[in-house]
């Protein structure tokens, strides 16, 4: 299950460093992860100060 970026992203990036796949990038006002790409590692989720990310 790919994991989501909600409406409290601050777009800080932190999250797109921290995934290893790459699936992360910036977006029409927030961050977005690419479901395609995302391997469910959670890496993002831990990074993310807003609290941003959870699974889909």
Known sequence: MAFVIGD???SCGACAGA???GAIAEGDGKFEI???NCIS???CA????AGA???E
Do not use: Q, R, Y
């Open 19 to 21: 995934c290893p796949v």
């Open 41 to 43: 590692c959670g890496s």
């Open 8 to 10: 409290n992203c601050v």
């Open 34 to 36: 690419d479901a395609n």
């Open 53 to 55: 990310i959870s699974e």
């Open 46 to 49: 831990g990074t993310c100060p």
